[in-house]
């Protein structure tokens, strides 16, 4: 007979940008093939972008641990809740230092092959214009243009019908 394989998935997002000084939550979720066990582990890792060794960010096995040493010493605070699949934390006060690949792992025994979650962090002086900002700019532009193309024709007609009149006045007052 075959068993059924365990499968962990872990999902986060691919890319982040955030703005130097701020606050991040990275978001990291987990769906898997057993009930949540009491072994349920979860480990942050972080690579920065000159692909130097892996460093701990964080730990987690029946309750958060933090790091006793390392660049996020002090700025990491766990913000998941293991009922809802949700292995999240928070770094405090981004540095263009933070700039580099964060790594979710979640192991729920049996359960403990599967994917790992990845990702990037840009830490920016300001936010860019994205592609967002920039549809709702064109479909704000768009909007106003159709509102001014619709009073010039009202104004128009009106114009127009004024015009008539007259005319029809001035016809009426000829002998």
Known sequence: ????????????SKEVDAVNGTNLRLKCTFSSSSPISQHLSVTWNFQPEDLSSHEPVFYYLK???????????????????????????????????????FTCQVKNPPDVDG????????????????EIH??????GSACVLMIIVVIVVIICRHHRNKAQEKRIEVADTEP
Request: hydrophobic share 45%; glycine share 6%.
């Open 1 to 12: 007979a075959l068993w059924p394989a365990a499968a962990m998935e872990v999902h986060t």
């Open 134 to 139: 920039f549809l709702a700019v064109a479909i």
């Open 63 to 101: 309750e958060p641990y933090k790091l006793s040493a390392g660049r996020f010493k002090e700025r990491i605070t766990w913000d998941g809740n293991i009922e809802r699949n949700d292995v999240s934390i928070i770094i405090w006060n981004l540095q263009p230092t933070d700039n580099g690949t």
């Open 115 to 130: 994917t790992i979650g990845e990702v990037r962090l840009r830490v920016v002086q300001k936010v860019h214009f994205s």
